[in-house]
């Protein structure tokens, strides 16, 4: 008898998802949605989906179905409901891929009022970031908002080109560590150059060597911060409900120890910052420590801006661009020696090149965009989810995308669109 109440909610849940699922089984067959693979009752599409190389299966599928595909993957989404089994039923949202460019603008700029939102990650959500100031991962909220505007004016002033001196003493200073050592440590250097950007701008830590013990607490953390938020961090992504359970649980425990290490790290050097011990630059920290601006001391989310710039921007964007650019020189070597002379005919040998020179390097500058283009460092981005029920046209018809569905624009297959390019693999 002491059983039977848990048999009977179990008994319920079950039936419960079996008419969620009937239920939304009969108003996709109203509303037509993206062509996709064949999907499992309740299991949806889960078991298809590999472990590794998902940018690869996402493009695969891109390639099979067209650019514009879905999913279910029940358990992938997750809703803020609540801890109870009504987030696993609320969690069989679609997953919707994009592998077309003129679809990507279409969505994700000229509807962005309704897919800007974020799908919530319940390990970061409720335990490593309760407050949601992680606004890069988060839905749309105050924190969100104040995030946005301050990132705006730092990112106005690095594209008005306050932070090319630093950009230029860095380039110098890894070209130097690259001749001392003919390339032996090559990887390390690419690595250093990318990470001492940012955290000189953000911070003031400058890091010359790349072995600076902050650096290598910074990158830990960042490291660590990447495996968290990631749906397989916990079982509690995939399965919600289960964190009713009370207690110490592991993934309490984890989040918990990650917090505690990130706040004494980034604490310190925003203290640093503000203090104008690390250096005279104005930092980012520094303007985002301000107590007389409209939205106060926002030291946290300091914390989390960086982090996110150096996940997507440094560690990926910048430093995976220069790999790939270094593999692009061995796989397909005919076009550096043009590159070369055009640089010489520009820039003379007694110098290196400037920003003001770019735009008079368009050769280069081809180079750049295609490495960006062959081997796209995030390849299928920030995941979107969308607040409103909508319908879009593709391809002269119409499929609807409900409220809630996650939405990738997987940029590796947008950048390799057979209709776009002959032979999009080759550099």
């Known amino acids: 008898m002491d059983g039977l109440p848990l048999q009977l909610v179990a008994v319920a849940a079950i039936a419960l998802l079996g008419g969620v699922y009937l239920s939304r089984s009969r108003t996709a067959s109203k509303a037509r949605r993206p062509p996709g693979p064949p999907a499992l009752p309740l299991l949806g599409n889960i078991l298809q989906v590999p472990g590794k190389h998902l940018p690869t299966y996402f493009r695969g599928l891109c390639e099979e179905y067209g650019g514009f595909v879905s999913l279910n993957l029940a358990g992938f989404a997750s809703s803020s409901i609540g801890h109870s089994v009504m987030v696993l039923i609320q969690s069989m949202q679609p997953v919707v891929l994009i592998g077309d ?24 959500h409720y335990h490593i970031d309760p407050a949601q100031v992680y606004w890069a ?9 104040i995030a946005r505007k301050l990132t705006a004016g730092l990112m106005a002033a690095v594209r008005a080109g306050e932070t090319e001196p630093l950009q230029r ?18 990887f390390h250097h690419i690595n250093r150059v990318s990470a001492s950007m940012v955290l000189s701008a953000a911070f003031g830590l400058h890091c010359p060597t790349g072995q600076e013990p902050d650096l290598r607490e910074v990158i830990a953390c960042l490291a660590q911060g990447v ?14 409900f289960l964190d009713i359970i009370p207690g110490p649980m592991p993934w309490r425990k984890r989040a918990q120890a990650f917090r505690k290490r ?48 150096c996940r997507l921007r440094l560690r990926q964007h910048t430093a995976i661009s220069m790999h790939t650019f270094i593999l692009a020189c061995i796989l397909y070597p005919k076009w550096i020696p043009r590159a070369q002379r055009e640089i010489d005919a520009i820039v003379g040998e007694d110098r290196l090149p400037s920003f003001q020179d770019r ?62 390019f002959e032979n999009p693999d080759l550099f």
Do not use: C
Request: no cysteine; charged share 25%.
């Open 169 to 186: 003493f860095e380039a110098l200073l890894n070209v130097t560590h690259l001749l001392d050592d003919r390339g032996k440590n090559w």
């Open 359 to 420: 735009p008079h390097l368009p050769f280069v500058e081809a180079i750049v965009r295609e490495t960006l283009r062959w081997r796209p460092a995030v390849r299928f981005g920030v995941p979107h989810q969308s607040t409103a029920d909508d319908v879009v046209e593709y391809k002269g018809k119409e499929y609807f995308i409900p409220k809630g569905s996650i939405i990738f624009a997987v940029s590796w297959a947008i950048e390799h669109e057979q209709e776009r």
């Open 101 to 124: 460019i003129r679809l990507a603008k279409e969505i994700l700029e000229k509807r962005s009022y309704k897919f800007s939102s974020r799908p919530t990650i319940p390990l970061l």
């Open 227 to 240: 495996r968290l938020a990631t749906y397989s961090a916990s079982i509690i992504n995939v399965l919600p």
């Open 262 to 309: 990130e706040d004494v790290l980034y604490n310190r050097l925003i203290t640093r910052a503000v203090a104008g011990e690390a250096s005279s630059m104005n930092t980012w920290a520094a303007a985002f420590a301000k107590d007389d601006k409209p939205e106060g001391d926002q030291r946290q989310l300091m914390n989390q801006f960086t982090g996110h710039l």
């Open 137 to 145: 991962f988060s839905k749309q909220n105050e924190s969100h908002f």
